[in-house]
C-alpha cells in the first residue's frame, strides 16, 4: 500500500520493480529497477525533510524496517539486499552490493560498498571500510572497533550473489504472475 506523508509526497517505484501488496510504503521513497519488496515490508520517509532512496537491484525481504528521522536520508545503493526483519534506520547510507542479515539493526552509520553485516548484528554511529563483515551478534558502536573486522571472503561474496540473483528472479516471476493474471 502507497500512501503521501504529511508533506503530501508519494513515493516514486519504477515499473520495473514488483512490491508485495502487503508491503508499506510511504512518503519521500524512492524505488529503482529490478528491486524486490517483500511481504510486511515497510518503509516510511514521513517526517519533515526525510527521505529513502533505493537502488537497482535491491531486495528488501519480508518484515524489513526502513525508517529516516526527519532531516536525514536513507540512501541504500543498487546490489544490497535487506534480510529478513532487520532495521535500517536514517541518517543511513549502505554503500553498493551491501548485506544486511536477519534481525540486525543499522543506524546513523555508513555501510562501504561490499560490506556485510551478518545477522542480529548492530551498526551504529560508526563507518564502515569496503568490503568488512560484522559478525553475527556483534554490536558495533565504537569507531575504533572497525579496525579489528575481517573482509570479505570468497565464500560471503558469492553468497551474497546469489541472494541478488534469486531475489531479481522474484521480481521477474512475479511481474510476470501478474501479467498471465
Same mark, same amino acid.
Given at each position: 500500500?502507497?500512501?503521501?506523508?504529511?508533506?503530501?509526497?508519494?513515493?516514486?517505484?519504477?515499473?520495473?520493480?514488483?512490491?508485495?501488496?502487503?508491503?508499506?510504503?510511504?512518503?519521500?521513497?524512492?524505488?529503482?529497477?529490478?528491486?524486490?519488496?517483500?511481504?510486511?515490508?515497510?518503509?516510511?520517509?514521513?517526517?519533515?525533510?526525510?527521505?529513502?532512496?533505493?537502488?537497482?537491484?535491491?531486495?528488501?525481504?519480508?518484515?524489513?524496517?526502513?525508517?529516516?528521522?526527519?532531516?536525514?536520508?536513507? $540512501? %541504500?545503493?543498487? &546490489?544490497? =539486499? @535487506?534480510?529478513? #526483519?532487520?532495521?535500517?534506520?536514517?541518517?543511513?547510507?549502505?554503500?553498493?552490493?551491501?548485506?544486511?542479515?536477519?534481525?540486525?539493526?543499522?543506524?546513523?552509520?555508513?555501510?562501504?560498498?561490499?560490506?556485510?553485516?551478518?545477522?542480529?548484528?548492530?551498526?551504529?554511529?560508526?563507518?564502515?571500510?569496503?568490503?568488512?563483515?560484522?559478525?553475527?551478534?556483534?554490536?558495533?558502536?565504537?569507531?575504533?572497533?572497525?579496525?579489528?573486522?575481517?573482509?570479505?571472503?570468497?565464500?560471503?561474496?558469492?553468497?551474497?550473489?546469489? $541472494? %541478488?540473483?534469486? &531475489?531479481? =528472479? @522474484?521480481?521477474? #516471476?512475479?511481474?510476470?504472475?501478474?501479467?498471465?493474471?
Amino acid at each position: 500500500m502507497l500512501y503521501p506523508n504529511p508533506q503530501n509526497q508519494v513515493p516514486q517505484i519504477s515499473e520495473k520493480a514488483w512490491v508485495s501488496e502487503t508491503a508499506i510504503i510511504v512518503g519521500n521513497v524512492t524505488i529503482g529497477d529490478n528491486v524486490y519488496i517483500a511481504h510486511n515490508a515497510i518503509i516510511r520517509a514521513d517526517e519533515p525533510g526525510s527521505s529513502v532512496s533505493i537502488g537497482d537491484n535491491c531486495n528488501v525481504q519480508d518484515n524489513v524496517i526502513i525508517h529516516s528521522l526527519s532531516n536525514s536520508d536513507v $540512501v %541504500i545503493n543498487s &546490489n544490497t =539486499s @535487506l534480510a529478513h #526483519g532487520c532495521i535500517v534506520h536514517g541518517p543511513c547510507i549502505l554503500g553498493e552490493g551491501c548485506f544486511v542479515g536477519f534481525g540486525s539493526v543499522v543506524f546513523d552509520c555508513i555501510l562501504g560498498s561490499d560490506s556485510i553485516v551478518l545477522h542480529n548484528a548492530t551498526v551504529r554511529k560508526v563507518t564502515i571500510p569496503p568490503g568488512k563483515v560484522i559478525p553475527d551478534g556483534m554490536s558495533l558502536t565504537v569507531q575504533e572497533s572497525v579496525d579489528s573486522l575481517e573482509g570479505l571472503s570468497p565464500e560471503l561474496e558469492k553468497f551474497k550473489q546469489s $541472494v %541478488i540473483k534469486a &531475489n531479481v =528472479s @522474484l521480481v521477474n #516471476g512475479y511481474k510476470n504472475l501478474a501479467m498471465e493474471a
